[in-house]
């Protein structure tokens, strides 16, 4: 990695990099009435094996040349961050992953100056001095102590996003109480159903009835947007992120990838609510990737040259029909599916991801009449706020939901009665469950018994949690 030209070398940036880096830089000096030094300037970005993008590089390359001159005192320059990329008329262009940076320069007790585009975003970091700055002149001016450079306010959090409301899906009652579950507990959930019974409903109004995020939470979240190609709106702060991928989407689209390696979806929405609907149609390959970091909370992308180390704290949901046709159980007996045909379309998602899944819920086709008939259900609110009740007691037990509790935790904090203990015992033997799924069943169980308030986890509590994992049974 390394690349030169007469007069100017970077070590660390291609020579193409290097030759847009160089334009850029004496441009803006020349702009500003700056003297380019004639003889040979070399800029060594240390480690040089690491790849890097030279456009945030710029405003640091064009402030270490007038140090090393004695343009701009180079006392100045301590205990201070900078990162922007520079116009040719000395401008500064916003950078990517600003909130990041700033993350780590105020856990090092560094200030930071940046680009005005991206200082509000770098604010949101509590307690971190940002100065936002709009030109290279201006930053010089700061320095030489001429005209300092004001702190940027932080910005509040947003207020709640406008979620689709729960009181708008009819009926399903057994599908609500799953997702309430889910929300409660941070449980993923898989929703089976015929075509047009409400599982995208369902799902899109998960987030209207989850609690809202913890400030490190906020900035994790913001922090991992910040890198991402799409960039972070500062507006949308402490609101929880929804990620719905296509059925086509690569592997790489959904984990990450890339050179330099950038955050996927699951990376995006962490703490948040990653929606896969059609599951069968993915290619399985593609939902293979999901099986570790639906365990660990995290990704690791490894390349030739770096390794990358994502987080992947996701809220599970996904939708699927039951049959190739979609009809398999629909009331009006129109499906015409073999169980040839309804098993291969099953086996397209494997066993070891399916019993990753907390909640297998049926999401059944309702008659007309039955809608018409159906009264209105809960609101989001309502619901919202038996799961912050019941999530509050969960983080006085554990200090973490449900579904974050540890195998080694388990039994500690989901110990059963006598009477569910019995029954899960009997439930192991006839319905097969892995040490995975017995542990899975306990976690929902204790959501149960929190939703309820109860201190104990009881027989009616497990049997519940049980009743969510035979649904798409024998797929595999």
Same mark, same amino acid.
């Given at each position: 990695m390394?690349?030169?030209?007469?007069?100017?070398?970077?070590?660390?940036l291609?020579?193409?990099?290097?030759?847009e880096?160089?334009?850029?830089?004496?441009?803006?000096l020349?702009?500003a009435?700056?003297?380019?030094?004639q003889?040979r300037?070399?800029?060594?970005?240390?480690?040089?094996?690491?790849?890097?993008e030279?456009?945030?590089?710029?405003?640091?390359?064009?402030l270490?040349?007038?140090?090393?001159?004695?343009?701009?005192? #180079?006392? /100045?320059?301590?205990? !201070? %961050?900078? =990162?922007g990329?520079?116009?040719? +008329?000395?401008? @500064?262009?916003?950078?990517? *992953?600003a909130?990041?940076?700033?993350?780590?320069?105020?856990?090092?007790?560094?200030?930071?100056?940046?680009?005005?585009?991206?200082?509000?975003?770098a604010?949101?970091v509590?307690?971190?001095?940002?100065?936002?700055?709009a030109?290279?002149?201006?930053?010089?001016?700061?320095?030489?102590?001429?005209?300092?450079?004001?702190?940027?306010e932080?910005?509040?959090r947003a207020?709640?996003?406008?979620?689709?409301?729960?009181?708008?899906?009819?009926?399903? #009652?057994? /599908?609500?109480r799953? !997702? %309430?579950? =889910?929300?409660?507990?941070?449980? +993923?959930?898989? @929703?089976?159903?015929?075509? *047009?019974?409400?599982?995208?409903m369902?799902?899109?109004?998960?987030?209207?009835?989850?609690?809202?995020m913890?400030?490190?939470?906020?900035?994790?979240?913001?922090?991992?947007?910040?890198?991402?190609?799409?960039?972070?709106?500062?507006?949308?702060?402490?609101?929880?992120?929804?990620?719905?991928?296509?059925?086509?989407?690569s592997?790489?689209?959904?984990?990450?990838?890339g050179?330099?390696p950038?955050?996927?979806?699951?990376?995006?929405a962490?703490h948040?609510v990653?929606?896969?609907?059609?599951?069968?149609?993915?290619?399985?390959?593609?939902?293979?990737? @999901?099986?570790e970091p639906?365990?660990?909370?995290?990704?690791?992308?490894?390349?030739?040259?770096?390794q990358?180390?994502?987080?992947?704290?996701f809220?599970?949901?996904?939708?699927?029909?039951?049959?190739?046709?979609?009809?398999?159980?629909?009331?009006s007996?129109r499906?015409?599916?073999?169980?040839?045909?309804?098993?291969?379309?099953?086996?397209?998602?494997?066993?070891?991801?399916?019993?990753r899944?907390?909640?297998?819920?049926?999401?059944p086709?309702?008659?007309?009449?039955?809608?018409?008939?159906?009264p209105?259900?809960?609101?989001?609110?309502?619901?919202?706020?038996?799961?912050?009740s019941?999530?509050?007691?969960?983080?006085?037990r554990?200090?973490?939901?449900?579904?974050?509790?540890?195998?080694?935790?388990?039994?500690?904090?989901?110990?059963?009665?006598?009477?569910?203990?019995?029954l899960?015992?009997?439930?192991?033997?006839r319905?097969?469950?892995?040490?995975r799924?017995?542990?899975?069943?306990?976690?929902?169980?204790?959501t149960?018994?929190?939703?309820?308030?109860?201190?104990?986890?009881?027989?009616?509590?497990?049997?519940e949690?049980?009743?969510?994992?035979?649904?798409v049974?024998?797929?595999?």
């Amino acid at each position: 990695m390394g690349g030169g030209l007469p007069g100017f070398h970077v070590v660390g940036l291609p020579e193409t990099e290097v030759r847009e880096a160089r334009d850029r830089v004496r441009a803006a000096l020349a702009t500003a009435r700056f003297d380019f030094p004639q003889s040979r300037v070399i800029v060594n970005l240390a480690p040089a094996d690491l790849p890097k993008e030279s456009g945030r590089f710029d405003l640091p390359i064009a402030l270490g040349i007038l140090a090393a001159t004695r343009q701009v005192p #180079a006392k /100045a320059l301590l205990g !201070l %961050e900078f =990162a922007g990329e520079l116009a040719l +008329s000395g401008e @500064l262009r916003p950078v990517r *992953g600003a909130l990041a940076m700033t993350l780590a320069a105020h856990r090092d007790g560094r200030a930071f100056v940046l680009p005005e585009a991206s200082a509000k975003e770098a604010a949101l970091v509590p307690g971190a001095v940002v100065h936002p700055a709009a030109t290279l002149l201006q930053v010089c001016a700061h320095l030489s102590g001429q005209e300092r450079l004001v702190r940027v306010e932080g910005v509040p959090r947003a207020q709640d996003a406008d979620w689709p409301d729960l009181a708008d899906v009819k009926g399903q #009652a057994q /599908a609500r109480r799953a !997702l %309430e579950i =889910a929300a409660a507990g941070g449980h +993923s959930i898989l @929703l089976t159903g015929p075509p *047009g019974t409400g599982k995208t409903m369902l799902a899109q109004r998960l987030p209207g009835i989850l609690p809202p995020m913890s400030t490190d939470e906020a900035l994790e979240s913001a922090a991992l947007q910040s890198v991402s190609t799409r960039g972070f709106a500062a507006a949308r702060f402490g609101v929880r992120e929804w990620r719905a991928p296509h059925h086509t989407a690569s592997a790489v689209a959904l984990v990450g990838g890339g050179s330099p390696p950038r955050p996927g979806e699951i990376s995006l929405a962490h703490h948040g609510v990653l929606f896969l609907d059609e599951l069968p149609e993915f290619n399985r390959h593609v939902l293979e990737v @999901l099986r570790e970091p639906l365990e660990s909370g995290r990704i690791t992308i490894s390349r030739a040259a770096q390794q990358a180390d994502f987080p992947a704290r996701f809220q599970f949901v996904a939708a699927m029909n039951p049959c190739p046709c979609g009809y398999l159980g629909h009331w009006s007996g129109r499906c015409a599916c073999s169980p040839d045909r309804i098993a291969g379309y099953r086996s397209r998602i494997s066993g070891p991801l399916l019993d990753r899944i907390d909640l297998h819920v049926e999401v059944p086709a309702l008659r007309a009449s039955d809608l018409a008939d159906a009264p209105p259900g809960e609101d989001s609110a309502a619901v919202r706020a038996r799961v912050e009740s019941a999530r509050a007691r969960q983080l006085e037990r554990q200090g973490r939901s449900n579904a974050l509790v540890a195998a080694g935790e388990v039994e500690r904090c989901c110990s059963p009665d006598a009477a569910a203990q019995k029954l899960l015992r009997d439930a192991i033997s006839r319905l097969s469950l892995s040490a995975r799924s017995f542990h899975r069943v306990l976690k929902v169980a204790r959501t149960i018994a929190d939703l309820a308030g109860r201190h104990g986890v009881g027989a009616g509590d497990v049997a519940e949690a049980l009743a969510y994992r035979s649904v798409v049974r024998g797929v595999g």
